[in-house]
T-cell receptor
């Protein structure tokens, strides 16, 4: 069975600080990896995804994530956060095709102006 | 883009009644849709996989007789919470993918409150 763990449940940063949110997954086979964001009162939206190829993935709004297969990790980074990045971030994994997507517990990011 | 729409966005119902939630893919066809439940301060938990034209596949611990899923067309899946109780109060979210191996697009969710 696949599982996802996010280590940071609540992160508070000042604007312009750098961000790194940890995500580790457990699954022995080929996986697809995602980061979703949920802004207050809005849908889940895709930030970025990794299916294959370059393990450093760039997403929207200046976010990036690096897939490190040996560490089963897919950490999310942003060099300089903004107040508008305040949201909840979910790491997710599926094992390809229409297989179910398993979500991490989410990390609430609060950016202080 | 790919838009998934849920209706209603929120609903309040009396204990013992049934509630139907619709999930529509507005600009693409989805042979498979997924239903999730999100408890406060927790992550999304997959409840079931809705398959067009066939029975839904339920996750372990999810009562299929309580959460009825119908996927009658390539653009519509419905989740009916039967004989709702206060413990069924939650945030229900659906998702759909355009094709295999692409990301899922999520509906805006439905907040169900059972009183």
């Amino acid at each position: 069975a696949q599982s996802v763990s996010q280590h940071n449940h609540h992160v508070i940063l000042s604007e312009a600080a750098s961000l790194e949110l940890g995500c580790n997954y457990s699954y022995g086979g080929t996986v697809n990896l995602f980061w979703y964001v949920q802004y207050p009162g809005q849908h889940l939206q895709l930030l970025l995804k990794y299916f294959s190829g370059d393990p450093l993935v760039k997403g929207i709004k200046g976010f990036e994530a690096e897939f490190i297969k040996s560490k089963f990790s897919f950490n999310l980074r942003k060099p300089s956060v903004q107040w508008s990045d305040t949201a909840e971030y979910f790491c997710a994994v599926n094992s390809g095709g229409y297989q179910k997507v398993t979500f991490g517990t989410g990390t609430k990011l609060q950016v202080i102006p | 883009g790919a838009v998934v729409s849920q209706h209603p966005s929120w609903v309040i119902c009396k204990s013992g009644t049934s509630v139907k939630i619709e999930c529509r893919s507005l600009d693409f066809q989805a042979t498979t849709m997924f239903w999730y439940r999100q408890f406060p301060k927790q992550s999304l938990m997959l409840m079931a996989t809705s398959n067009e034209g066939s029975k839904a596949t339920y996750e372990q611990g999810v009562e299929k007789d309580k959460f009825l899923i119908n996927h009658a067309s390539l653009t519509l899946s419905t989740l009916t919470v039967t004989s709702a109780h206060p413990e069924d109060s939650s945030f229900y979210i659906c998702s759909a993918s355009k094709t295999r191996n692409t990301e899922a697009f999520f509906g805006q969710g439905t907040r169900l409150t059972v009183v």
